[in-house]
């Protein structure tokens, strides 16, 4: 009598820890960042944009037309610290516009993310990233921190009374988030500085309708300092895994932000990291990401990794071709879509 109904309960049991088991399998499978699978999708990405001839190197600020167009480097990090890359890893160009979103991290960790909201906003323009229609529109609101009239509003929101104080922090800053003292280059930056008058008058519009409290061309001076420092593509990926990991940089364990500020800030990047093509990448990736006119582009997978190519031909908008298609694909093959629902 009591033997069968022993086979028939063990049986259910086994049943249920199988489909468990398939159910935990399905998930784990979803999400594993296996060293296979990266270094698979790195590499399958490297091969099928290296012939790509599309877009041309920025030369509106004289120097980034000179660098080599043929630069071609991707990089991983995860938030687990692991670093993985494929291409060229070593050649330097300046991080221009991504340097935005480590100044923005700096105000907000020193006047808290409302500071940025209610001086210029956390808006997308719909415009070109040093757009004077764009500031004219709400006198200098309604913008954000990661195009032009915003960044060097938040340049000159960072605390300090000399022109070194302010720099030194915001040199520290990018350094914690890279792991590394990161080099100024300085043709670039005496290239931009001699030819930034269109960025001077931005400030200057800035300053006149009150979000610039001080000296709007030190402020410019600093922004464009900024602009000028050099990055590989694992700097930019560390730089990137720092915001995948809540603001603490995965291989040095340094925290570089506070991370409550850290979801602000990710939100202002998937709003406006791309400039006015932020909405097309978001459709595609859902993924938070920053472009600079010297070719890199970082991308966050919240939890996961940090990505970054570093390609100088841009398309009209102002964004590394390859860099957007090999980030694509990448974060595709490893689920790195913050939207994609657990499968
Ligand atoms: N330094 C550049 C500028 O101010 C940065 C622009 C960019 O990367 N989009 O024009």
Redesign the pocket.
């Known amino acids: 009598m009591k033997a069968p109904m022993d086979r028939w309960y063990v049986g259910l049991v086994r049943s249920l820890v199988l489909v468990l088991g398939l159910l935990v399998a399905g998930q784990v499978a979803a999400v594993e960042l296996s060293k296979k699978n990266i270094e698979a999708a790195l590499d399958a990405a490297y091969k099928k944009y290296k012939g790509l001839q599309e877009g041309a190197n920025a030369d509106?600020?004289p120097a980034l037309a000179k660098v080599d167009s043929n630069i071609y480097g991707i990089a991983l990090v995860t938030t687990d610290g692991k670093v993985y890359s494929v291409g060229d890893i070593k050649s330097e160009v300046s991080i221009?516009?991504?340097s935005k979103v480590f100044t923005a991290a700096l105000v907000m960790d020193e006047s808290g993310p409302r500071s940025l909201e209610e001086n210029m906003g956390v808006d997308a323009t719909g415009q070109v990233?040093?757009s004077i229609v764009a500031i004219e529109q709400y006198k200098g609101a309604e913008m954000n921190p990661l195009v032009?009239a915003g960044a060097i509003t938040a340049t000159s929101m960072v605390k300090g009374e000399m022109y070194g104080d302010v720099w030194g922090k915001i040199e520290s800053t990018y350094n914690n988030f890279a792991g590394r003292k990161l080099p100024l280059l300085q043709d670039v930056y005496e290239s931009?500085a001699a030819t930034?008058q269109r960025?001077q008058a931005i400030a200057h519009l800035m300053f006149a309708y009150g979000h610039i409290k001080n000296d709007p061309l030190r402020a410019t001076d600093i922004?464009?300092r900024g602009?000028s420092v050099g990055v590989n593509a694992k700097d930019l990926a560390m730089m990137a895994a720092t915001l995948a990991n809540a603001g603490t940089n995965p291989v040095t364990g340094k925290q570089a932000m506070k991370s409550e500020n850290v979801p602000e800030l990710l939100a202002v990047m998937a709003t406006a990291g791309l400039?006015d093509d932020s909405g097309k990448w978001l459709y595609k990736t859902g993924l938070p990401a920053k472009?600079?006119?010297?070719g890199g582009i970082i991308a966050v997978s919240p939890g996961k990794f940090g990505i970054a190519v570093i390609s100088p031909p841009l398309d009209a908008a102002?964004n590394s071709v390859r860099a957007q298609k090999a980030i694509a694909d990448i974060s595709e093959a490893l689920g790195g879509n913050p939207y994609e629902p657990a499968k």
């Open positions: 509106y600020i221009q516009s991504i990233f040093n032009n931009e930034n960025n922004y464009t602009c400039y472009s600079g006119v010297g102002g």
